[in-house]
């Protein structure tokens, strides 16, 4: 138990579907992530909220929207996604600065959605 | 620029002999160093971290790491390897500052222990 709950854990979905990923974070910290681990590729960050406002969006494609109402919620809403999207999706989280300034902190991962496009 | 280099995609050992996982990092700053083990179909779970203070950190289940700042290393060490220790390690740099939150992976080491 990591402190950070993830669900689903198990998600199917059509191309057509629109669906939702929710992490919830038990620790207390101000800062929380979106990461997608894909066969055989090193984890990609998709987004970062610190303070409840986005501060990183490495290119994701607008069919990944996130919303972060406030610092313990975290979503992925889902919308017409593609089979190539199909991999295990992990939610963090970690205390940082007030500056946003990004710390040496350790971040700490929830159990993951696995995500299956079909 | 940072990057996390490891040595070895995959590492076989038998039960009850050490394991040793090498990880290389290159950073302008200080960096923060992390371990994480993944178990198959599991998130990933924090083994140890090193952040300035001593050089040898210990961490959960046995494992332990050493940083060694003139070689550029933080290899990953147990002195005898358990069943349960089979799943995928991954080293990683944190650099303070900046306005990104990113850690850099290296692309994992799957270990895996023979009876």
């Known amino acids: 138990e990591t402190g950070v709950t993830q669900t689903p854990r198990h998600l199917v979905m059509g191309m057509t579907n629109k669906k939702s990923l929710k992490c919830e974070q038990h620790l207390g910290h101000n800062a929380m992530y979106w990461y997608k681990q894909s066969a055989k590729k090193p984890l990609e960050l998709m987004f970062v909220y610190s303070l409840e406002e986005r501060v990183e969006n490495n290119s994701v494609p607008s069919r990944f929207s996130p919303e972060c109402p406030n610092s313990s919620h975290l979503f992925l809403h889902l919308h017409t996604l593609q089979p190539e999207d199909s991999a295990l999706y992990l939610c963090a989280s970690s205390q940082e600065g007030l500056d946003r300034g990004f710390s040496g902190n350790t971040i700490y991962f929830g159990e993951g959605s696995w995500l299956t496009v079909v | 620029a940072q990057s996390v280099t490891q040595l070895d995609s995959h590492v076989s050992v038998s039960e009850g002999t050490p394991v040793l996982l090498r990880c290389n990092y290159s950073s302008s700053y200080s960096p923060s160093l992390f371990w994480y083990v993944q178990h198959p179909n599991k998130g990933l779970q924090l083994l140890l971290k090193y952040t300035s203070a001593a050089t040898l950190v210990k961490g959960i289940n046995g494992f332990e790491a050493e940083f060694k700042k003139s070689e550029t290393s933080f290899h990953l060490t147990k002195p005898s390897a358990h069943m349960s220790d089979a799943a995928e390690y991954f080293c990683?740099?944190?650099?303070?500052?900046?306005?990104?939150?990113?850690?850099?992976f290296g692309k994992g080491t799957k270990l895996s222990v023979k009876p």
């Open positions: 990683v740099v944190r650099i303070r500052g900046g306005s990104q939150g990113n850690l850099i």
